[in-house]
């Protein structure tokens, strides 16, 4: 994400993130100007009606997408703006009917305290860009916890969050992990090992790790954006020309496929 915090409870912010990026119903996404499922192939071992869960779904295209994957697809958030649009995406798709009912679907909760509403055990989580709002790593801990909790054994959890090195305070934060937000609206910047350390605590052995890098983002095109499937929506290019020397030299997200213990 790009380094301004998001006050989520606000509905101008929700508003904003709408205006600003148009992201793919039809594959599954982890993060922006990335390779999509598609492409990298993270849940190709995940049969057919497993259950999937998209924590902080915002409006929901995930959750269109695993469903297109023929997954069992629910969505959390904590905002209820995000929970209205992404119910209203989930409408848009006609994925409304009397056993599939939005309001089971889509729940506003949150990510370190959600177990418990749901009376399932998930086989495919996914968190993209969701577990980066908050201020020290024993909440990030807490909701990795909550995670693997709501999981089977086996079960598969994909984590797509900022890579810390494309952060305008890397040289000072020099890989430590530190807020970079406010206390009122938290961004928390993660130092790989902190992440590392702390998916290996909750019994998740990280199988894969990408780290996606986009060159000069500020010069892109909507043409050029369209090849992936989270993308800013037509003359919204968010990225100011400052950022791309960052992007030039270091990638911006970084993603790991972990898989809980058995
Ligand atoms: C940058 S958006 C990403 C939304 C979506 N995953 C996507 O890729 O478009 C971050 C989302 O995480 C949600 N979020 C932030 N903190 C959360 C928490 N503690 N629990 C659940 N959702 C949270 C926000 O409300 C927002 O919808």
Redesign the pocket.
């Known amino acids: ?1 790009p380094a301004l915090p ?1 006050d ?1 409870s606000a509905k101008e912010a ?1 508003d904003a ?1 709408e205006k600003t ?1 148009e ?1 793919s119903r039809r594959e599954v ?1 982890y ?1 922006w100007l990335s390779p999509g499922e598609n492409t990298l192939r993270l849940l190709e071992d995940v049969p057919e009606r497993s259950k999937a869960l ?6 929901g ?2 959750i269109v997408a695993l469903h297109r994957l023929k997954l069992d697809a629910y969505g ?4 209820s703006y ?1 929970v209205r649009k992404a119910r209203r995406t989930l409408r848009e798709e006609g994925m409304e009917s009397k056993s599939y009912g939005l309001r089971k679907r889509v729940r506003q ?4 305290a959600f177990a418990s509403e749901f009376r399932t055990k998930f086989d495919v989580v996914l ?5 980066e ?2 201020k020290d790593i024993q909440e990030f801990r807490k ?1 990795i916890s909550e995670i693997t909790k709501g999981m089977v054994g086996g079960g598969t959890f994909v984590l797509c969050i900022s890579h810390p090195t494309t952060h305008p305070d890397y040289p000072r934060i020099k890989n430590e992990t530190e807020l970079v937000g406010t206390s009122s609206v938290p961004l928390l910047m993660y130092s790989i090992r902190d992440v590392v350390q702390t998916l290996c605590e909750e019994k998740l052995v990280v199988e894969r790790v990408i780290e996606q890098q986009t060159r000069r983002p500020s010069r892109l095109t909507y043409e050029e954006a369209g090849q992936f499937p ?1 993308h800013f929506r037509e003359g919204k290019n968010p990225f100011s020309p400052l950022f791309d020397d960052l992007n030039d030299k270091n990638p911006h997200t970084l993603i790991y496929r972990t898989r809980k213990e058995s």
Not at 54 to 59: E, I, R, S
Not at 76 to 79: G, K, Q, Y
Not at 109 to 112: E, K, M
């Open positions: 994400m998001y989520w929700c993130y990026w992201i996404h993060g998209d924590v902080g779904c915002g409006m295209e995930n959390l958030d904590l905002s995000m909760c949150d990510a370190r968190a993209v860009y969701s577990l709002f908050f909701a989270y």
